[in-house]
C-alpha cells in the first residue's frame, strides 16, 4: 500500500485548511460594499487637502454631500483646489481653512479660525512629552 510522504501530507492538509477558510469567508461574511453610501450631515475636516490623497478624500466626501473642512498651509493651491472640487460635485459646503504648521513662525491659521480652538490644545497635548523614567519609591 502506498503512504504519501510528511511533507507533501502536511502541504495537502495546508491547502485544504486555507481553501475552506476562503469559502467559509464568501459564505458567512456581509453583503458587499456600496459605494453609494451617502455623507450627508456629516462635518469632515481633511489637512492636505490641496493634493494627493487629501484632496481626493475631499472630492470623495463633497460628492457623498458631507460639509468638508480643507486644511491647508498653502491657501492659494487650496483654493484653487476648492473650486475645481466644488464645481465637479455641486457640494457647496466645502471650505478652506489655514493650517499653519507649529514651526511656522506665525500661529495663524486653526488657531485663529472661529471654531477651531480644539486645534490649539490638540497641538499644545502633542507636544507634552511622557516622563522619561518612573520615580522611585
Not at 47 to 72: D, L, Y
Amino acid at each position: 500500500m502506498w503512504v504519501p510522504n510528511l511533507p507533501v501530507t502536511v502541504l495537502s492538509a495546508v491547502a485544504a485548511t486555507a481553501g475552506a477558510v476562503c469559502i467559509y469567508k464568501d459564505r458567512h461574511s456581509g453583503p458587499a460594499f456600496e459605494r453609494s453610501v451617502s455623507a450627508e450631515g456629516k462635518t469632515v475636516i481633511i489637512t492636505g487637502a490641496n493634493s494627493g490623497i487629501g484632496q481626493a478624500s475631499v472630492w470623495e466626501f463633497a460628492r457623498r454631500g458631507a460639509k468638508v473642512f480643507m486644511a491647508c498651509r498653502d491657501m492659494e493651491k487650496c483654493e484653487a483646489a476648492r473650486r475645481e472640487i466644488v464645481l465637479e460635485t455641486n457640494n457647496k459646503y466645502v471650505q478652506t481653512r489655514g493650517a499653519e504648521g507649529p514651526h511656522s513662525g506665525e500661529q495663524r491659521g486653526c488657531d485663529g479660525a472661529p471654531g477651531w480652538g480644539h486645534q490649539r490644545r490638540l497641538r499644545d497635548a502633542a507636544r507634552r512629552q511622557p516622563p522619561r523614567a518612573l520615580p522611585a519609591h
